[in-house]
């Protein structure tokens, strides 16, 4: 960090006035320099109007002059001690306010994460971010498939930066609620609030930003509110169900800034990390879960951390109604009424695989052995032994009358796929969720 001599401070001034005369305002003299870190040039002004003033009309000058006269690359913040004034220039409030924030879930902290093979990287990244904000994996982007806690980092991260003081001001939202502040913005002609809101904080979390892709003229805003934090070395941190390049519609300028940070994707846990999380989650809850019920429950759920809860809360309702003793005979009841519930078909299972894989059904029961026939085959045995109640014969008659034996081999080759290859892990979970959403009937 370093200060601005009041020479090169009067250059600085003099260069805009002799190159940008129609800028120059009376009030120009208050400026002060703060200071010159990381290549940003802090600048106070008076008010909250001038901020707004040198943020939407002279920040390229300001940016231009301090470059020619310091003679190194540099960009420019705008900042006021005064009180906020938010209001736009018309007197029509915006309804941007702390109330519009996601709410924070006290157990949404760090030493509450269950850090496994498939968020090791995710996790590490969210804790230097946020005891390092701006300087390290900015922007940090977090993708994963629902339940996988890609909104316990975010807030833990809020959570975090809130105990540490390092970031003084923090917004975390969700992508509709900038989607609809910024629309609100251009009806009631209040951007410069709107930009002021956004652009002058040390953290910004938004969650859901695969539905900015759908959005053209939201995007435009989000584009120069990323570049002016990311030039201020404020944190940024986005949370998707996929990652930037796999955004539809998002310009390939926002794809490319999502990515010059850290991406960093979440996958479904394995075996001693689903065991983990349910030790976490019944110590929280205070419920009383034996080892063996645990290995049970971790066995039979491979999805996410969201249905493992509701399997443990399940469990803990019918022992309240009974004796409340929680052992594996209500855990096997408790398991068994939720798949009657959801039973899932190997029709169903065929139906979603070949849309997923782009073959055909009689491709799947053909003797045709080429790897973009028998991997869709093999998944869709996988899949049906892992939902279904079939025996290994049952299962090879759908698929052209193979043996059991055909359908162990499946099973264990995905298996072992599944532990190996994070693209095959994410292509059976995303089909598990296809699979789960037609049964609750989503479309």
């Known amino acids: 960090m370093s200060s601005i001599a009041a020479p090169e401070w009067k250059s600085i001034l003099d260069r805009i006035r002799a190159l940008h005369p129609a800028l120059i305002r009376g009030w120009f003299s208050t400026l002060k320099p703060i200071d010159l870190s990381g290549g940003v040039l802090r600048i106070r002004a008076g008010n909250l109007k001038q901020v707004r003033y040198l943020d939407d009309e002279c920040r390229p000058a300001f940016i231009e002059a301090a470059q020619g006269v310091l003679e190194q690359l540099v960009t420019t913040t705008f900042e006021t001690d005064a009180p906020n004034e938010i209001a736009d220039d018309e007197g029509y409030p915006l309804s941007i306010s702390e109330n519009n924030q996601l709410q924070l879930n006290d157990d949404y902290v760090f030493d509450n994460f269950v850090v496994g093979a498939g968020n090791r990287m995710a996790h590490a990244a969210a804790v230097a971010a946020a005891e390092n904000p701006g300087q390290v994996y900015n922007p940090l982007f977090i993708h994963g498939d629902v339940g996988l806690g890609k909104t316990h980092l975010l807030q833990a991260i809020c959570h975090e930066t ?29 951007m410069n609030q709107f930009r002021f809101h956004y652009r002058h904080v040390d953290l910004l979390v938004i969650d859901d930003i695969q539905f900015l892709g759908a959005r053209e003229r939201s995007q435009e805003e989000f584009f120069h ?12 941190v986005l949370s998707a169900d996929c990652s930037p390049s796999e955004i539809p519609t998002l310009e390939n300028r926002l794809v490319s800034r999502f990515k010059s940070g850290l991406v960093a994707s979440i996958d479904a846990p394995c075996m001693e990390t689903r065991m983990a999380i349910l030790r976490k989650k019944s110590r929280l809850r205070c419920i ?3 080892e063996d019920v645990i290995e049970y429950v971790a066995t039979n759920i491979h999805t996410n951390i969201r249905d493992l809860e509701g399997a443990l809360l399940r469990l803990d309702a019918m022992s309240q109604a009974s004796d409340g003793t ?24 065929i139906d979603v695989v070949t849309r997923h ?11 045709k052995r080429p790897k973009s026939i028998s991997h869709p085959r093999q998944v869709c045995m996988y899949l049906a032994r892992e939902l279904t109640e079939h025996s290994l014969e049952e299962v090879g008659g759908y698929f052209g009358g193979r043996d059991h034996s055909t359908v162990l081999h499946a099973n264990r080759t995905i298996k072992k796929m599944i532990d190996t290859d994070a693209k095959v892990r994410r292509s059976v979970e995303n089909l598990r969720a296809a699979l789960r959403a037609q049964q609750n009937g989503i479309s």
């Open 162 to 190: 809130r105990r540490l003081g390092t970031c003084p001001t923090t917004l975390y939202i969700s992508c509709e609620t900038f989607a609809n502040h910024f629309i609100e913005a251009v009806e009631r002609g209040a």
């Open 357 to 367: 894989f782009g073959v055909r059904v009689k491709d799947l029961q053909s003797k």
């Open 326 to 349: 929680i052992d594996m005979d209500l855990a096997r009841r408790a398991l068994a009424d939720e798949a009657e519930a959801s039973a899932i078909s190997i029709q169903q299972i």
């Open 225 to 236: 509110t990323f570049n002016t934090l990311h030039q201020s070395q404020k944190q940024i």
């Open 288 to 290: 009383e879960v034996p």
